[in-house]
């Protein structure tokens, strides 16, 4: 299967720790995108990467989150001090950088904190 | 008022009927509108995009955006209960105009009888 994974599947924290998820994309794509969403609401944009490059990050994204791509391929996105309100699935999609509308998306990781 | 608005239904229909969903938007920026489907508790899979106005179709799926009403549609033919799904609309500027990300709707809740 040469689809956008990610790990893990499900999360279940207490509120206050860390956690971190990864995100594989499809392999020649260069743009990797990380979203939030919660119970019926479509996602929404948290940031992108261009190979190692992070280009740009939502408003939604506090300075308890953290992204890295380091090598250009994987990604981890990591909640520091977890909250009850960062329960959520959280998405990864990749994409080729011509032709970025047409993301792919993995199945994401759903994160519960207690 | 939301960038995107969807209506999040449930909408319920019998098998074989022609499905109609529709956004409407507000950023005139928009120039690549998409749908993807997602079944509960699994990540957007993309099912078609367009470019600016006019109608795509692809199979019993046929996309059509109209920008100068704002408004976009997706219509299903002959709907399978398989079809049976969260719809997502979603949007974006083209590239280089500073916000790579997709905007998405709400998402509607379709349910095919069988």
């Known amino acids: 299967d040469t689809g956008v994974s990610q790990n893990p599947r499900h999360k279940i924290t207490k509120r206050g720790q860390n956690v971190t998820f990864r995100c594989d994309p499809i392999?020649?794509?260069?743009?990797l995108y990380w979203y939030r969403q919660t119970l019926g609401q479509g996602p929404e944009f948290l940031t992108y990467f261009q190979n190692e490059a992070q280009l740009e990050k939502s408003r939604l994204l506090s300075d308890r989150f953290s992204a890295e791509r380091p090598k250009g391929s994987f990604s981890t996105l990591e909640i520091q001090r977890t909250e009850q309100g960062d329960s959520a699935m959280y998405l990864c999609?990749?994409?080729?950088?011509?032709?970025?509308?047409?993301?792919?998306f993995g199945p994401g990781t759903r994160l519960l904190v207690l | 008022q939301k960038e995107v608005e969807q209506d999040p239904g449930p909408l319920s229909v019998p098998e074989g009927a022609i499905v109609s969903l529709n956004c409407t938007y507000s950023?005139?920026?928009?120039?690549?509108f998409m749908w993807y489907r997602q079944y509960s508790r699994k990540g957007p899979e993309l099912l078609m995009y367009t470019y600016s106005s006019g109608n795509k179709e692809d199979g019993r799926f046929t996309a059509q955006v109209d920008k100068s009403s704002k408004y976009i549609s997706l219509f299903i033919r002959d709907s399978q209960p398989s079809d049976s799904a969260t719809y997502l609309c979603a949007m974006s500027i083209p590239s280089g105009g500073g916000a790579d990300g997709l905007t998405f709707g709400k998402g509607t809740h379709l349910i095919i009888q069988p």
């Open positions: 999609a990749s994409s080729r950088a011509q032709g970025k509308e047409t993301q792919y």
């Open positions: 392999s020649e794509h260069n743009r």
């Open positions: 950023n005139s920026a928009f120039q690549y």
